[in-house]
């Protein structure tokens, strides 16, 4: 046995509960009966719980992400300082005065073409393992038609 109930709606909620009702098989309280079920179903705490899941996947792939760019640029300061500790000059302190004293205009073109790349917004270390990494295309395609890609030129 159903019971009765009386609920109100706006007029553009009821116009479309009309049309949906007006189908063959269907009535207003059908589908009415079946929105409500549909409210109270599990079905539709899964799916808030999949775009949850989603979003959370997304940040934690971001934040990944960023873990493994902080990572790079930390190895790579890592090597450039062992490369210089290991073939770098010994230089007294008069010597490395004036050794920085003439570099400072070299220094200073290097500061001034950094800052004017990284002013939009690029990333430097993103663009050099974009270019070193292959994309599953790159090996699904004959090698007639693989192409060879020179770093810091477009694909």
């Known amino acids: 046995?159903?019971?009765?109930?009386?609920?109100?709606?706006?007029?553009?909620?009821?116009?479309?509960?009309?049309?949906a009702g007006a189908k063959k098989g269907w009535s207003k309280s059908s589908v009415i009966e079946a929105a409500l079920?549909?409210?109270?179903?599990s079905a539709i705490e899964h799916e808030r719980d999949a775009l949850?899941?989603?979003r959370l996947d997304d940040m934690n792939r971001r934040l990944a992400r960023m873990e493994r760019d902080q990572q790079s640029?930390?190895?790579?300061c890592d090597l450039g300082m062992r490369y210089?500790?290991?073939?770098?000059?010994r230089l007294?302190?008069?010597a490395m005065n004036q050794a920085v004293a003439e570099t400072a205009p070299a220094f200073e073109f290097?500061?001034?073409?950094?800052?004017?790349?990284?002013?939009?917004?690029?990333?430097?270390?993103?663009?050099a393992l974009a270019d070193a990494i292959f994309s599953e295309d790159d090996f699904a395609k004959p090698k007639s038609a693989q192409t060879e890609v020179v770093p810091g030129t477009s694909r």
Request: aromatic fraction near 10%; hydrophobic fraction near 45%.
């Open 1 to 19: 046995m159903k019971s009765r109930a009386i609920c109100y709606l706006d007029a553009t909620l009821d116009a479309k509960v009309a049309a």
């Open 37 to 41: 079920k549909y409210f109270f179903s």
């Open 52 to 54: 949850l899941i989603k």
């Open 73 to 76: 640029l930390m190895e790579l």
């Open 84 to 89: 210089q500790i290991a073939y770098g000059p």
């Open 92 to 94: 007294s302190p008069a």
């Open 110 to 127: 290097y500061r001034s073409q950094l800052e004017r790349r990284l002013a939009p917004g690029r990333k430097l270390l993103g663009e």
